[in-house]
């Protein structure tokens, strides 16, 4: 099993919106970016656990985890001339995106802000603090995954 971190803007889609979802499922499109896609096309599995992450958010931070269901297949939005994620470059025989879907495994009891995981020692090394790092997905080492999933049931009270 891998670990990631796939963000999202949440007034587009949340960690809310996916919980809601028919059965609380929904595929991840709409990634643009060549190293993201290769980390969904060529590395993301079933089974695989995801990190959350609200991004341009007050604050961006991390809500909650969800679980990959279904591994790469074409992203969809390629191919609509209507959507914003058209490429006119992609065919359906040589598709240059894809997606996954995922499911809704839990809502943090704490939600945990970009300023709170950069005061975590442990956490120093995690790709989403590094300087310059803008991608939509990244993957996680499984100490910070379960050191994020702990603190993030902790209550604000407990911390």
């Known amino acids: ?21 028919k059965n609380k499922t929904e595929h991840w499109d709409g990634v643009r970016n060549y190293q993201a896609r290769n980390f ?6 079933l089974g695989d656990l995801v990190l959350i992450y609200h991004s341009n958010a007050r604050p961006p931070g991390i809500a909650g985890v969800a679980e990959v269901i279904k591994e790469a297949y074409p992203d969809h939005t390629q191919f609509d001339k209507k959507s ?32 709170e995981l950069k005061n975590f020692p442990q956490l120093k090394e995690m790709l989403i603090l590094r300087k310059g790092n803008r991608l939509s997905i990244t993957p996680v080492d499984k100490k910070h995954f379960e050191f994020i999933k702990k603190h993030g049931n902790l209550s604000k009270s407990s911390i």
Do not use: G, H, N, Q
């Open 1 to 21: 099993m891998a670990y990631w971190l796939f963000k999202t803007e949440p007034d587009v889609f949340s960690i809310d919106d996916l919980r809601t979802r």
């Open 84 to 115: 914003k994620y058209f490429d006119p470059k992609s065919t359906k025989d040589k598709p240059r995106w894809f997606m996954v879907d995922i499911r809704f495994k839990e809502k943090f009891k704490s939600y945990i802000s970009l300023d």
């Open 40 to 45: 969904m096309r060529d590395e993301i599995k």
